[in-house]
């Protein structure tokens, strides 16, 4: 029994020294097989990015890590359950044959970790992808085409068909990203017009997660708005890229823009508040919203006024043209619709606002308060049709404005007391009722049309009718100054001696046929002038502008 113990020992010293060995040997060769992986994930990395993008794949540097068991348990498991910890640095896509422009995408840093067992199987599988400093710079196409009108696209199914996801040569996409996070990227859609900026759009934070593969990836993201300043929330699908045509990559979301300050334009100021909804392609995207805002107002004025406003729209991602189509608003208790868009035009370096506005239920007190300093000058219902145009460039927005169409006021009460006193003599008077104490309150009709630019709204032709009296009136308003100049010929039902009182009834009674003309029992050039709170009525005396000449004498 002792004789055997050195032969055991021995034997037990050796099999533990080739266990030794065999370990080493397999720790070795792990190793190894662990380090051949390094250049095969460098590779299949490439060749994802060169296909899944169709571009020139350049990585500064790529480094491949695993855990020090991880290389034995790729030997002893065919890889399965060893990850591979992945970094890659100064990360460029150039579109093939396009270096004129800036890099498809580009990243600072990148990192991911994989199964070395997944690289045996397809599809791929990465769980958790970090991408720092991203910037996908989208081309224009090649053609442009023109936003098609918005009827034909208000249903999804009108909508291009999603695109299959496939590579640059038509093969599936073989690889799925569990889910990426890639905070601070920045998204660009170039303008066919190699002159023109990009649009821009700067994404605080941004989450991806996989829906299978070959498929629509869902996204939770933050947007920095810089004009006006703000947060935009958004959620959605975006994908899969489109390779020969990444513009064609479909996208649709919900958004939430909160507390945004409209001070930063010109001429206008207020809190927004807006939600909506959207689909279509990052160059050609439809949507349907709301805005909100409940201290809306022209600075020139600065009353503020709730306004709210639904719409539907078609957006071109190439140049931020909108086109819109309608707007259904609401300021205080007005309601109106608006058509047009928002385009920019040939050789100009902004945008132009060009809507065709219809009120359906118009208050004309609302679009006083709005557009004048303190209080409203007249109380009642108006019907408004407008061609709106405000081009871009410097200067205040009261100047660029441009403004023309037809009005018509029904039942209007003025709210300043000199001015209503006015109207009740002169409407006593044209009756033939001088100083009758019952003739008050009287409601006034006005009808028109006018012409807005560089803030003085010029009217060709106004019609103010008041029991009793015609009034045709052509004239001016200036916005800066609040001043008025009108000329126009008064028509009176009462003849001139009846519309005094006394002896000067007597004394005028010779006059009469002098001032009946045209059916009228008196006719009198008038002329109002001064300012918008203390207006001067009085006889025209000649000084008359030469278009008065069309009222007739």
């Given at each position: 029994?002792?004789?055997?113990?050195?032969?055991?020992?021995?034997?037990?010293?050796?099999?533990?020294?080739?266990?030794?060995?065999?370990?080493?040997?397999?720790?070795?060769?792990?190793?190894?097989?662990?380090?051949?992986?390094?250049?095969?994930?460098?590779?299949?990395?490439?060749?994802?990015?060169?296909?899944?993008?169709?571009?020139?794949?350049?990585?500064?540097?790529?480094?491949?890590?695993?855990?020090?068991?991880?290389?034995?348990?790729?030997?002893?498991?065919?890889?399965?359950?060893?990850?591979?910890?992945?970094?890659?640095?100064?990360?460029?896509?150039?579109?093939?044959?396009?270096?004129?422009?800036?890099?498809?995408?580009?990243?600072?840093?990148?990192?991911?970790?994989?199964?070395?067992?997944?690289?045996?199987?397809?599809?791929?599988?990465?769980?958790?992808?970090?991408?720092?400093?991203?910037?996908?710079?989208?081309?224009?196409?090649?053609?442009?085409?023109?936003?098609?009108?918005?009827?034909?696209?208000?249903?999804?199914?009108?909508?291009?068909?999603?695109?299959?996801?496939?590579?640059?040569?038509?093969?599936?996409?073989?690889?799925?990203?569990?889910?990426?996070?890639?905070?601070?990227?920045?998204?660009?859609?170039?303008?066919?017009?190699?002159?023109?900026?990009?649009?821009?759009?700067?994404?605080?934070?941004?989450?991806?997660?996989?829906?299978?593969?070959?498929?629509?990836?869902?996204?939770?993201?933050?947007?920095?708005?810089?004009?006006?300043?703000?947060?935009?929330?958004?959620?959605?699908?975006?994908?899969?890229?489109?390779?020969?045509?990444?513009?064609?990559?479909?996208?649709?979301?919900?958004?939430?823009?909160?507390?945004?300050?409209?001070?930063?334009?010109?001429?206008?100021?207020g809190k927004l508040n807006s939600t909506g909804k959207f689909v279509g392609q990052i160059d050609h995207i439809i949507a349907d919203g709301e805005t909100r805002m409940a201290d809306f107002r022209l600075t020139m004025a600065?009353?503020?006024?709730?306004?709210?406003?639904?719409?539907?729209?078609?957006?071109?991602?190439?140049?931020?043209?909108?086109?819109?189509?309608?707007?259904?608003?609401?300021?205080?208790?007005?309601?109106?619709?608006?058509?047009?868009?928002?385009?920019?035009?040939?050789?100009?370096?902004?945008?132009?606002?060009?809507?065709?506005?219809?009120?359906?239920?118009?208050?004309?007190?609302?679009?006083?308060?709005?557009?004048?300093?303190?209080?409203?000058?007249?109380?009642?219902?108006?019907?408004?049709?407008?061609?709106?145009?405000?081009?871009?460039?410097?200067?205040?927005?009261?100047?660029?404005?441009?403004?023309?169409?037809?009005?018509?006021?029904?039942?209007?009460?003025?709210?300043?007391?000199?001015?209503?006193?006015?109207?009740?003599?002169?409407?006593?008077?044209?009756?033939?009722?001088?100083?009758?104490?019952?003739?008050?309150?009287?409601?006034?009709?006005?009808?028109?049309?006018?012409?807005?630019?560089?803030?003085?709204?010029?009217?060709?032709?106004?019609?103010?009718?008041?029991?009793?009296?015609?009034?045709?009136?052509?004239?001016?308003?200036?916005?800066?100054?609040?001043?008025?100049?009108?000329?126009?010929?008064?028509?009176?039902?009462?003849?001139?001696?009846?519309?005094?009182?006394?002896?000067?009834?007597?004394?005028?009674?010779?006059?009469?046929?002098?001032?009946?003309?045209?059916?009228?029992?008196?006719?009198?050039?008038?002329?109002?002038?001064?300012?918008?709170?203390?207006?001067?009525?009085?006889?025209?005396?000649?000084?008359?502008?030469?278009?008065?000449?069309?009222?007739?004498?």
């Amino acid at each position: 029994m002792h004789g055997n113990m050195p032969v055991m020992k021995k034997w037990l010293i050796g099999l533990g020294v080739g266990v030794t060995v065999i370990f080493a040997g397999l720790l070795i060769t792990a190793r190894v097989l662990a380090g051949r992986a390094a250049p095969l994930i460098r590779a299949q990395t490439i060749e994802y990015l060169e296909k899944q993008f169709d571009s020139d794949v350049e990585i500064g540097a790529l480094d491949v890590s695993m855990a020090m068991k991880s290389p034995l348990l790729v030997l002893l498991s065919a890889g399965k359950g060893a990850q591979a910890h992945v970094q890659g640095e100064n990360v460029k896509l150039w579109r093939k044959h396009r270096r004129d422009r800036p890099p498809l995408i580009a990243m600072k840093r990148f990192q991911f970790e994989v199964e070395l067992n997944s690289l045996l199987t397809k599809p791929y599988r990465v769980e958790l992808a970090r991408l720092e400093g991203l910037e996908v710079t989208v081309p224009a196409r090649a053609k442009a085409s023109p936003l098609k009108p918005v009827q034909d696209l208000r249903a999804v199914k009108d909508l291009p068909p999603k695109p299959e996801a496939v590579d640059a040569n038509g093969d599936r996409i073989q690889l799925i990203l569990e889910t990426v996070i890639c905070d601070g990227t920045k998204l660009s859609v170039l303008p066919r017009d190699a002159n023109k900026d990009p649009l821009e759009f700067e994404i605080r934070r941004l989450r991806l997660t996989s829906a299978g593969p070959g498929l629509a990836m869902s996204y939770d993201a933050e947007l920095t708005n810089p004009k006006p300043p703000g947060l935009i929330y958004s959620k959605g699908h975006f994908g899969p890229w489109v390779a020969n045509e990444p513009s064609d990559t479909p996208l649709d979301g919900t958004y939430d823009f909160q507390d945004a300050d409209l001070s930063v334009f010109k001429g206008i100021a207020g809190k927004l508040n807006s939600t909506g909804k959207f689909v279509g392609q990052i160059d050609h995207i439809i949507a349907d919203g709301e805005t909100r805002m409940a201290d809306f107002r022209l600075t020139m004025a600065g009353n503020a006024m709730p306004l709210t406003t639904t719409y539907h729209a078609v957006i071109d991602g190439g140049n931020g043209n909108t086109l819109l189509d309608p707007v259904q608003a609401k300021l205080g208790r007005t309601r109106f619709t608006a058509r047009g868009g928002v385009v920019r035009g040939k050789g100009e370096a902004g945008k132009t606002v060009d809507l065709d506005v219809q009120f359906q239920e118009g208050h004309i007190e609302d679009l006083m308060r709005l557009a004048m300093k303190g209080p409203v000058m007249m109380k009642g219902p108006i019907a408004l049709k407008v061609k709106l145009v405000l081009p871009p460039g410097k200067g205040e927005p009261i100047d660029k404005l441009r403004l023309s169409g037809t009005f018509l006021i029904e039942n209007g009460d003025f709210t300043s007391t000199t001015v209503q006193d006015k109207v009740d003599e002169m409407s006593s008077k044209a009756q033939g009722r001088p100083k009758d104490p019952t003739v008050k309150e009287v409601r006034t009709h006005l009808a028109g049309e006018f012409h807005m630019t560089n803030g003085l709204i010029e009217f060709p032709s106004l019609g103010v009718n008041i029991p009793g009296a015609d009034l045709d009136l052509v004239g001016r308003y200036r916005f800066a100054e609040e001043t008025v100049d009108f000329r126009g010929v008064l028509r009176l039902a009462a003849k001139i001696s009846q519309t005094q009182t006394g002896w000067k009834r007597w004394v005028l009674k010779p006059a009469d046929r002098f001032f009946a003309k045209d059916g009228a029992g008196t006719l009198l050039r008038l002329k109002i002038d001064g300012t918008r709170d203390k207006p001067h009525f009085g006889l025209d005396k000649g000084d008359t502008p030469t278009t008065v000449s069309r009222l007739g004498n």
